[in-house]
Protein backbone atom coordinates (compact mmCIF):
# COMPACT_ATOMS: atom_id res chain seq x y z
CA UNK A 1 0.00 0.00 0.00
CA UNK A 2 1.64 3.68 -1.21
CA UNK A 3 2.53 6.38 1.80
CA UNK A 4 -0.66 8.27 0.37
CA UNK A 5 -2.71 5.61 1.41
CA UNK A 6 -1.26 5.53 4.95
CA UNK A 7 -1.37 9.06 5.32
CA UNK A 8 -3.67 10.02 7.91
CA UNK A 9 -6.24 12.20 6.67
CA UNK A 10 -6.06 14.76 9.62
CA UNK A 11 -2.89 15.33 8.78
CA UNK A 12 -0.64 16.65 5.92
CA UNK A 13 2.92 15.87 5.29
CA UNK A 14 5.99 13.44 6.44
CA UNK A 15 8.09 14.54 9.20
CA UNK A 16 8.82 14.21 13.26
CA UNK A 17 5.34 14.56 15.40
CA UNK A 18 5.73 17.84 16.54
CA UNK A 19 6.13 19.01 12.57
CA UNK A 20 3.19 17.36 11.94
CA UNK A 21 1.24 18.99 14.83
CA UNK A 22 2.04 22.18 13.27
CA UNK A 23 0.62 21.12 9.80
CA UNK A 24 -2.29 19.65 11.18
CA UNK A 25 -5.32 19.82 8.12
CA UNK A 26 -8.53 20.98 9.69
CA UNK A 27 -10.38 21.04 6.53
CA UNK A 28 -12.02 17.66 7.63
CA UNK A 29 -13.35 18.76 10.77
CA UNK A 30 -14.87 22.59 9.21
CA UNK A 31 -16.55 20.38 6.28
CA UNK A 32 -18.48 17.69 5.03
CA UNK A 33 -20.63 15.40 7.36
CA UNK A 34 -18.75 15.53 10.69
CA UNK A 35 -19.42 18.92 11.86
CA UNK A 36 -23.71 17.97 10.65
CA UNK A 37 -23.20 15.11 12.82
CA UNK A 38 -21.47 16.94 15.52
CA UNK A 39 -24.58 19.41 15.45
CA UNK A 40 -26.93 16.74 15.56
CA UNK A 41 -25.37 15.01 18.46
CA UNK A 42 -25.20 17.82 20.38
CA UNK A 43 -29.25 18.93 20.07
CA UNK A 44 -30.01 14.99 20.19
CA UNK A 45 -28.80 14.53 23.96
CA UNK A 46 -30.16 18.06 24.78
CA UNK A 47 -32.97 16.99 26.86
CA UNK A 48 -31.25 14.00 28.49
CA UNK A 49 -28.89 16.36 29.82
CA UNK A 50 -31.15 18.21 31.97
CA UNK A 51 -31.79 15.00 33.79
CA UNK A 52 -28.66 14.81 35.98
CA UNK A 53 -28.38 18.43 37.14
CA UNK A 54 -31.94 19.26 37.67
CA UNK A 55 -33.00 15.85 39.44
CA UNK A 56 -32.58 17.34 43.15
CA UNK A 57 -35.31 19.95 42.73
CA UNK A 58 -37.53 17.19 40.61
CA UNK A 59 -36.95 15.12 43.71
CA UNK A 60 -38.22 18.16 45.99
CA UNK A 61 -41.14 19.12 43.53
CA UNK A 62 -42.74 15.75 43.42
CA UNK A 63 -41.45 14.28 46.48
CA UNK A 64 -39.65 11.24 45.20
CA UNK A 65 -37.54 8.86 47.03
CA UNK A 66 -33.98 7.48 45.65
CA UNK A 67 -36.08 4.43 44.59
CA UNK A 68 -38.61 6.63 42.43
CA UNK A 69 -35.62 8.56 40.79
CA UNK A 70 -34.23 5.02 40.01
CA UNK A 71 -37.86 4.03 38.10
CA UNK A 72 -37.50 7.59 36.39
CA UNK A 73 -34.12 6.70 34.92
CA UNK A 74 -34.86 3.49 34.11
CA UNK A 75 -37.82 3.97 32.76
CA UNK A 76 -36.13 6.76 29.97
CA UNK A 77 -33.31 4.13 29.50
CA UNK A 78 -35.30 0.92 29.27
CA UNK A 79 -37.30 2.34 26.54
CA UNK A 80 -34.46 3.75 24.92
CA UNK A 81 -32.71 0.57 24.50
CA UNK A 82 -35.80 -1.67 23.78
CA UNK A 83 -36.05 0.91 20.59
CA UNK A 84 -32.53 0.66 19.99
CA UNK A 85 -32.56 -2.59 18.28
CA UNK A 86 -35.29 -2.43 15.69
CA UNK A 87 -34.33 1.31 14.99
CA UNK A 88 -30.58 -0.20 14.55
CA UNK A 89 -31.94 -2.41 11.90
CA UNK A 90 -34.28 0.62 10.57
CA UNK A 91 -31.75 2.53 10.33
CA UNK A 92 -29.82 0.19 7.81
CA UNK A 93 -32.92 0.04 6.01
CA UNK A 94 -34.23 4.07 5.83
CA UNK A 95 -30.70 5.76 6.53
CA UNK A 96 -29.29 8.56 8.69
CA UNK A 97 -31.34 11.58 7.84
CA UNK A 98 -35.13 10.56 9.17
CA UNK A 99 -32.96 8.83 12.29
CA UNK A 100 -31.43 12.15 13.11
CA UNK A 101 -34.71 14.45 12.00
CA UNK A 102 -36.37 11.96 14.90
CA UNK A 103 -33.42 11.75 17.24
CA UNK A 104 -33.43 15.72 17.58
CA UNK A 105 -37.05 17.07 16.72
CA UNK A 106 -38.74 14.14 17.40
CA UNK A 107 -36.88 14.11 21.45
CA UNK A 108 -37.12 18.12 21.94
CA UNK A 109 -40.27 17.97 20.80
CA UNK A 110 -40.97 15.36 23.70
CA UNK A 111 -39.28 17.30 25.83
CA UNK A 112 -41.11 20.27 25.18
CA UNK A 113 -44.27 18.30 27.09
CA UNK A 114 -42.24 17.96 30.06
CA UNK A 115 -42.47 21.64 30.73
CA UNK A 116 -46.30 21.10 31.48
CA UNK A 117 -45.22 17.93 33.52
CA UNK A 118 -46.56 18.37 37.48
CA UNK A 119 -47.01 14.75 38.15
CA UNK A 120 -44.29 11.18 38.60
CA UNK A 121 -47.02 9.45 35.60
CA UNK A 122 -46.90 12.29 32.97
CA UNK A 123 -43.07 12.86 33.77
CA UNK A 124 -42.43 9.16 33.05
CA UNK A 125 -44.86 8.96 29.98
CA UNK A 126 -43.19 11.85 28.07
CA UNK A 127 -39.62 10.75 29.12
CA UNK A 128 -40.39 7.01 27.17
CA UNK A 129 -41.87 8.81 24.35
CA UNK A 130 -38.49 10.68 24.27
CA UNK A 131 -36.44 8.06 24.49
CA UNK A 132 -38.61 5.75 21.74
CA UNK A 133 -38.08 8.97 19.52
CA UNK A 134 -34.29 9.04 19.73
CA UNK A 135 -33.73 5.06 19.96
CA UNK A 136 -32.17 5.61 16.26
CA UNK A 137 -29.69 8.56 16.21
CA UNK A 138 -26.72 7.00 17.61
CA UNK A 139 -27.01 3.29 15.90
CA UNK A 140 -27.50 5.32 12.50
CA UNK A 141 -24.91 7.86 12.93
CA UNK A 142 -21.78 5.42 14.15
CA UNK A 143 -22.66 3.28 11.23
CA UNK A 144 -22.58 6.18 8.77
CA UNK A 145 -19.16 7.95 9.72
CA UNK A 146 -17.41 4.95 10.10
CA UNK A 147 -18.46 3.95 6.36
CA UNK A 148 -17.04 7.42 5.68
CA UNK A 149 -13.05 6.76 7.19
CA UNK A 150 -10.83 4.08 6.79
CA UNK A 151 -10.84 1.64 9.93
CA UNK A 152 -7.24 2.87 11.18
CA UNK A 153 -8.84 6.83 11.76
CA UNK A 154 -12.17 5.42 12.55
CA UNK A 155 -11.46 5.80 16.53
CA UNK A 156 -10.07 9.38 16.61
CA UNK A 157 -13.34 10.63 13.78
CA UNK A 158 -15.56 8.94 16.34
CA UNK A 159 -14.46 10.54 19.30
CA UNK A 160 -14.99 13.85 17.31
CA UNK A 161 -18.27 13.01 16.61
CA UNK A 162 -18.59 12.50 20.64
CA UNK A 163 -17.44 15.92 21.41
CA UNK A 164 -21.11 16.55 20.04
CA UNK A 165 -22.62 14.60 22.78
CA UNK A 166 -20.46 15.51 25.66
CA UNK A 167 -20.90 18.92 24.94
CA UNK A 168 -24.46 18.95 25.13
CA UNK A 169 -23.90 17.43 28.86
CA UNK A 170 -22.19 20.21 30.40
CA UNK A 171 -23.06 22.97 28.45
CA UNK A 172 -27.12 22.25 28.97
CA UNK A 173 -27.04 22.03 32.37
CA UNK A 174 -25.02 25.53 32.64
CA UNK A 175 -27.49 27.13 30.92
CA UNK A 176 -30.65 25.05 32.46
CA UNK A 177 -29.67 24.54 36.34
CA UNK A 178 -30.00 28.91 36.53
CA UNK A 179 -33.28 29.12 34.91
CA UNK A 180 -34.94 26.62 36.86
CA UNK A 181 -33.45 27.86 40.45
CA UNK A 182 -35.41 31.00 39.24
CA UNK A 183 -38.51 29.91 37.48
CA UNK A 184 -38.62 25.97 38.31
CA UNK A 185 -37.50 22.68 36.76
CA UNK A 186 -39.76 22.79 33.94
CA UNK A 187 -39.00 26.05 32.89
CA UNK A 188 -35.66 24.70 30.17
CA UNK A 189 -37.40 22.14 29.37
CA UNK A 190 -40.10 24.88 27.78
CA UNK A 191 -37.30 27.07 26.82
CA UNK A 192 -34.81 24.48 25.59
CA UNK A 193 -36.77 22.78 23.15
CA UNK A 194 -38.21 24.68 20.58
CA UNK A 195 -34.10 25.67 19.48
CA UNK A 196 -33.70 22.12 18.99
CA UNK A 197 -36.73 21.20 17.57
CA UNK A 198 -35.72 23.85 14.88
CA UNK A 199 -31.92 23.02 14.29
CA UNK A 200 -33.38 19.42 13.85
CA UNK A 201 -35.31 20.26 11.00
CA UNK A 202 -32.77 22.41 9.42
CA UNK A 203 -29.88 19.53 9.80
CA UNK A 204 -32.25 17.09 7.95
CA UNK A 205 -32.12 19.34 4.77
CA UNK A 206 -28.65 20.33 5.26
CA UNK A 207 -27.13 16.33 5.77
CA UNK A 208 -29.49 15.88 2.17
CA UNK A 209 -27.41 18.55 0.75
CA UNK A 210 -24.32 17.71 1.80
CA UNK A 211 -25.11 14.07 0.73
CA UNK A 212 -25.53 15.23 -2.70
CA UNK A 213 -22.36 17.22 -2.53
CA UNK A 214 -19.97 14.32 -1.41
CA UNK A 215 -21.80 12.00 -3.85
CA UNK A 216 -21.03 14.03 -7.36
CA UNK A 217 -17.34 14.46 -5.45
CA UNK A 218 -16.52 11.15 -5.79
CA UNK A 219 -18.09 10.50 -9.22
CA UNK A 220 -15.48 13.63 -10.41
CA UNK A 221 -12.89 12.22 -8.53
CA UNK A 222 -12.96 8.71 -7.95
CA UNK A 223 -10.34 7.42 -5.36
CA UNK A 224 -9.37 3.62 -5.47
CA UNK A 225 -11.59 1.65 -3.39
CA UNK A 226 -10.39 0.15 -0.06
CA UNK A 227 -12.16 -3.48 0.18
CA UNK A 228 -13.11 -4.56 3.56
CA UNK A 229 -11.80 -6.95 5.74
CA UNK A 230 -14.25 -7.93 7.77
CA UNK A 231 -16.87 -10.16 5.75
CA UNK A 232 -18.80 -11.75 8.68
CA UNK A 233 -19.27 -11.66 12.11
CA UNK A 234 -17.25 -13.39 14.46
CA UNK A 235 -19.92 -13.08 17.62
CA UNK A 236 -17.64 -14.82 20.24
CA UNK A 237 -15.16 -11.85 20.21
CA UNK A 238 -18.00 -9.40 19.80
CA UNK A 239 -20.15 -10.56 22.93
CA UNK A 240 -17.26 -10.60 25.23
CA UNK A 241 -16.17 -7.49 24.06
CA UNK A 242 -19.81 -6.21 24.34
CA UNK A 243 -20.42 -7.58 27.96
CA UNK A 244 -17.12 -5.43 29.13
CA UNK A 245 -17.66 -2.57 27.69
CA UNK A 246 -21.45 -2.26 28.34
CA UNK A 247 -21.12 -3.24 32.02
CA UNK A 248 -18.21 -1.13 33.07
CA UNK A 249 -20.16 1.47 31.07
CA UNK A 250 -23.83 1.09 32.74
CA UNK A 251 -22.00 0.25 36.63
CA UNK A 252 -20.78 3.66 35.98
CA UNK A 253 -22.97 5.69 34.51
CA UNK A 254 -25.73 4.51 37.10
CA UNK A 255 -23.17 5.71 39.94
CA UNK A 256 -22.32 9.10 37.98
CA UNK A 257 -26.69 9.53 37.90
CA UNK A 258 -26.81 9.70 41.48
CA UNK A 259 -23.83 12.00 41.69
CA UNK A 260 -26.02 14.83 42.10
CA UNK A 261 -27.67 13.87 44.96
CA UNK A 262 -24.37 12.65 46.41
CA UNK A 263 -23.66 16.12 46.85
CA UNK A 264 -26.85 17.31 48.30
CA UNK A 265 -27.31 14.88 50.81
CA UNK A 266 -24.27 13.83 52.17
CA UNK A 267 -21.84 17.18 50.87
CA UNK A 268 -24.46 19.28 51.82
CA UNK A 269 -24.32 20.92 47.99
CA UNK A 270 -27.16 23.66 46.87
CA UNK A 271 -29.01 22.21 44.67
CA UNK A 272 -28.45 24.52 41.90
CA UNK A 273 -24.51 24.06 42.73
CA UNK A 274 -25.22 20.67 42.38
CA UNK A 275 -26.56 20.77 38.84
CA UNK A 276 -23.75 22.90 37.91
CA UNK A 277 -21.27 20.44 39.02
CA UNK A 278 -22.96 17.91 36.50
CA UNK A 279 -21.27 19.16 33.91
CA UNK A 280 -17.49 18.65 34.72
CA UNK A 281 -17.33 15.16 33.60
CA UNK A 282 -19.02 15.60 30.14
CA UNK A 283 -16.77 18.59 29.95
CA UNK A 284 -13.46 16.49 30.30
CA UNK A 285 -14.93 14.59 26.64
CA UNK A 286 -14.20 18.00 24.78
CA UNK A 287 -10.25 16.69 25.05
CA UNK A 288 -10.65 13.17 26.57
CA UNK A 289 -13.29 11.80 23.70
CA UNK A 290 -11.08 12.72 20.38
CA UNK A 291 -7.71 11.99 22.76
CA UNK A 292 -9.67 8.18 23.37
CA UNK A 293 -10.15 7.61 19.79
CA UNK A 294 -6.82 8.34 19.02
CA UNK A 295 -5.59 6.30 21.67
CA UNK A 296 -8.15 3.25 20.00
CA UNK A 297 -6.15 3.81 16.68
CA UNK A 298 -3.03 3.82 18.02
CA UNK A 299 -2.92 1.35 20.35
CA UNK A 300 -5.61 -0.96 19.27
CA UNK A 301 -9.47 -0.77 20.84
CA UNK A 302 -9.02 -4.31 22.63
CA UNK A 303 -6.06 -2.76 24.91
CA UNK A 304 -7.70 0.57 25.51
CA UNK A 305 -11.62 -0.76 26.68
CA UNK A 306 -9.34 -3.39 29.47
CA UNK A 307 -7.77 -0.09 30.68
CA UNK A 308 -10.80 1.16 31.00
CA UNK A 309 -12.40 -1.21 32.79
CA UNK A 310 -9.62 -1.94 35.45
CA UNK A 311 -9.65 1.88 36.49
CA UNK A 312 -13.25 1.43 36.67
CA UNK A 313 -12.76 -0.89 39.88
CA UNK A 314 -11.55 1.78 42.02
CA UNK A 315 -13.25 4.96 40.80
CA UNK A 316 -16.71 3.31 41.31
CA UNK A 317 -15.96 2.56 44.67
CA UNK A 318 -14.48 5.75 45.84
CA UNK A 319 -17.16 7.85 44.44
CA UNK A 320 -19.08 6.47 47.41
CA UNK A 321 -16.70 7.71 50.01
CA UNK A 322 -15.73 10.84 48.66
CA UNK A 323 -15.40 13.04 52.04
CA UNK A 324 -15.55 16.64 50.19
CA UNK A 325 -16.39 18.29 47.68
CA UNK A 326 -12.67 18.56 46.16
CA UNK A 327 -12.62 14.80 46.32
CA UNK A 328 -15.66 14.36 44.34
CA UNK A 329 -14.87 17.08 41.31
CA UNK A 330 -11.09 15.08 40.78
CA UNK A 331 -13.14 11.89 41.00
CA UNK A 332 -15.22 13.44 38.12
CA UNK A 333 -12.55 14.28 36.25
CA UNK A 334 -11.04 11.59 36.05
CA UNK A 335 -13.95 9.41 35.33
CA UNK A 336 -14.54 11.95 32.47
CA UNK A 337 -11.54 10.83 30.70
CA UNK A 338 -12.37 6.96 31.44
CA UNK A 339 -15.96 7.12 30.37
CA UNK A 340 -15.10 9.37 27.57
CA UNK A 341 -12.43 6.70 26.27
CA UNK A 342 -14.66 3.80 26.42
CA UNK A 343 -17.37 5.65 24.01
CA UNK A 344 -14.86 6.30 20.65
CA UNK A 345 -13.28 2.45 21.80
CA UNK A 346 -16.38 0.78 21.68
CA UNK A 347 -17.57 2.20 18.86
CA UNK A 348 -14.74 1.52 17.02
CA UNK A 349 -14.01 -1.96 17.99
CA UNK A 350 -17.32 -2.72 16.61
CA UNK A 351 -18.06 -1.23 13.22
CA UNK A 352 -14.30 -2.03 12.44
CA UNK A 353 -15.10 -6.02 13.15
CA UNK A 354 -18.35 -6.30 11.21
CA UNK A 355 -19.68 -5.62 7.63
CA UNK A 356 -20.82 -2.14 6.30
CA UNK A 357 -23.86 -3.18 6.01
CA UNK A 358 -24.30 -4.47 9.73
CA UNK A 359 -22.96 -1.47 11.18
CA UNK A 360 -25.96 0.15 12.34
CA UNK A 361 -27.50 -3.04 13.32
CA UNK A 362 -24.75 -3.72 15.29
CA UNK A 363 -24.43 -0.37 17.02
CA UNK A 364 -28.08 -1.39 17.55
CA UNK A 365 -27.48 -4.16 19.58
CA UNK A 366 -24.46 -2.40 21.27
CA UNK A 367 -26.99 0.66 22.72
CA UNK A 368 -29.64 -1.76 23.22
CA UNK A 369 -27.49 -4.06 25.85
CA UNK A 370 -26.22 -1.00 27.64
CA UNK A 371 -29.56 0.59 28.45
CA UNK A 372 -30.65 -2.73 28.53
CA UNK A 373 -28.68 -3.71 31.72
CA UNK A 374 -28.62 -0.10 32.54
CA UNK A 375 -32.52 0.17 33.01
CA UNK A 376 -32.88 -2.26 35.70
CA UNK A 377 -29.87 -1.34 37.19
CA UNK A 378 -31.24 2.14 38.02
CA UNK A 379 -34.01 1.67 40.42
CA UNK A 380 -31.63 -1.30 42.16
CA UNK A 381 -29.22 0.79 42.89
CA UNK A 382 -31.56 3.38 43.95
CA UNK A 383 -33.72 0.84 46.01
CA UNK A 384 -29.92 0.09 47.55
CA UNK A 385 -29.28 3.91 48.10
CA UNK A 386 -32.29 3.95 50.19
CA UNK A 387 -31.62 0.73 52.03
CA UNK A 388 -27.40 1.20 53.17
CA UNK A 389 -26.49 3.50 51.60
CA UNK A 390 -23.63 5.34 49.15
CA UNK A 391 -21.16 4.15 50.29
CA UNK A 392 -21.74 0.03 50.45
CA UNK A 393 -23.78 0.40 47.31
CA UNK A 394 -21.37 1.68 45.68
CA UNK A 395 -18.49 -1.18 47.26
CA UNK A 396 -20.94 -3.66 45.93
CA UNK A 397 -20.86 -2.17 42.23
CA UNK A 398 -16.65 -2.05 42.25
CA UNK A 399 -16.92 -5.82 43.09
CA UNK A 400 -19.47 -6.83 40.25
CA UNK A 401 -17.43 -4.32 37.72
CA UNK A 402 -13.86 -6.21 38.79
CA UNK A 403 -15.20 -10.05 38.80
CA UNK A 404 -16.70 -9.20 34.98
CA UNK A 405 -13.65 -7.36 33.91
CA UNK A 406 -11.43 -10.28 34.68
CA UNK A 407 -13.91 -12.64 33.23
CA UNK A 408 -14.21 -10.83 30.46
CA UNK A 409 -10.22 -10.71 29.48
CA UNK A 410 -9.62 -13.82 29.46
CA UNK A 411 -12.04 -13.96 26.79
CA UNK A 412 -10.94 -11.17 24.49
CA UNK A 413 -6.93 -12.18 24.99
CA UNK A 414 -7.58 -15.39 23.71
CA UNK A 415 -10.25 -14.28 20.86
CA UNK A 416 -7.05 -11.68 20.17
CA UNK A 417 -4.80 -14.64 19.30
CA UNK A 418 -7.18 -16.18 16.93
CA UNK A 419 -7.68 -12.85 15.00
CA UNK A 420 -7.22 -12.89 11.55
CA UNK A 421 -6.94 -8.93 11.31
CA UNK A 422 -5.40 -8.50 14.80
CA UNK A 423 -4.05 -5.09 14.18
CA UNK A 424 -7.52 -4.26 13.97
CA UNK A 425 -8.67 -4.84 17.72
CA UNK A 426 -4.71 -4.52 18.95
Known amino acids: ?82 AQLPAGIIADKLGVRIMVLLGVTGVAIAGFFL ?23 HPASAAAISSSVKEEFRGRTLGIH ?51 IDARRRQEQPQEEIPEKVDSIRWSAIISFLVISVFTGTVVQSAMGYLSLYATDVLYVSE ?17 APLGGYFSDRFGSMRMILIVAYLSIPLVYFMGRAPNVATLI ?14 PTSESYLTSNVPANRR ?25 IDAIGFARTFSYSSIATAVITVVCSLFLWRSRRNRKYPEITG
Do not use: C, E
Open 330 to 343: TLMIIMGFVMNTRM
Open 360 to 384: ATIMGIYYFSGTGIGAPLAPVVGTL
Open 115 to 137: GFTHSFTWLIVFMIISAILGAGY
Open 162 to 212: LIGGTSAFWIFPLIATPIAAKWGWQMPYLVISIPIAIAGIILYFMIGKQAK
Open 1 to 82: MSDSQNADPYTSGNGSFLSKIKRINLRPYLTGMLPLFLLAHFGHHGIGAMMNPLQPMIRNDLKLSYTQIGLMRGAFMLTGGL
Open 272 to 288: TDAGLMMSITPAIGLVA
